[in-house]
């Protein structure tokens, strides 16, 4: 195992999701899937492990929807990748490339993507679903994982009027792949995004158009799990932890997603082995606040504040971030009446009902959480998440 604080892990690295997975798996025998995870949680690592690893039955390709500007870009991208799994991309293509059937041998696969790009651009809808029937006529099932599609809906809904309309007709030709009679056997999605999908969908009035997709949630480590993780990531760096060094570092991530807990073992590891310091609980406490909460992964966690203005209007950015700077400054439970109160008193309205929708959207799109329903009373959703909030942006 490697301490690996940037880019999704795989193979060894990759660190204790095996009930997840399994669920995952058996829950696409039956259903499409909504992969709901907050950024940075682990979520790609997951669906590439799912790549790496494919279960008995299921052939899986990855698409990126940050790579996408419309949704022929995607089909585009999805042809060729359906056909390498099929094990002939130019065979698989030469049905669908109609004006190149000719000379497609000649063709590398970029030249391929871009001639379907161009194709698609007439009938995305008629020309992919030839394709999907054709991959799922076949063999082992097509799993189609979509990974951050609410940002690519989200960017041609920005786009305006027929950016909207793209937006609505790929949700629901998505849909409609996933229920038609001769296609459904053979094909599952897997949709993911690290911003909320039900926010997204509800922006562009399709709502209707993902609720049949079973929603599994990634959450944190177990207590248990954290613990034998965070010995393991100092111990690749030849450090070993005793029970109480492993209790003080879980006390300071506090949420276990494998992210924090990579951050700040880089961070003890480097005051350990480069500069020789003695590993004591005092050290993991400081390698938090001084390290791990400073300028050096500030840029890690900044979409979490930039992403309010991308995807929210400008009021509810507004007040969201009022009211997260409140909770970051408080450090525990703030009453939902309190922070009522102050939606009121930035925006100027006593509205209950968009109150109670902007802190539904905050819960959706992982910034916070109701503790304790019969009190009323709302936190960050993580530690980490606050105390970063609280020395960058609670001035703002």
Known sequence: MHIVTGNPVTGEDFFDREQLIANLWQTLEGDSVLLAAPRRVGKSSIMLRLMERPAN????????GQNYESPEDLVADLVV???KVSGDVRKFTQGILTGARRNIEELEIWQIKLTLREQLAQGWREQGESAVRAAVASGPKLLVILD???LLLHRMADSGEEGQEKALSLLDWLRHLRHEPEIRP???QLVAGSVGMARVAAHIGATHKINDLAQIPVGPFTREAAATFVRQLLASRGIEANVLITE?????VETFIPIFMQILASAVASEVR?????LTPELVRMCYEERALGPQYRNRFEDYYERLDRYYTPDEARAAKRL??????????VARARLQALYHEELGTANGGAFDLLLSWLHDDF???EVLPERREVVFKSKWLRDWWRIYHASV
């Open 324 to 333: 997260l700077r409140e909770l970051a400054i408080a450090g525990g439970p």
């Open 148 to 150: 951050e599609l609410p």
């Open 248 to 252: 003080t570092f879980l006390e300071q």
């Open 186 to 188: 053979g094909l599952r």
């Open 57 to 64: 039955g299921f052939r899986p390709v990855y698409l990126d």
């Open 367 to 369: 910034y916070v959480e």
């Open 274 to 278: 480069d500069r020789g310091a003695e």
């Open 81 to 83: 990748r359906v056909g």
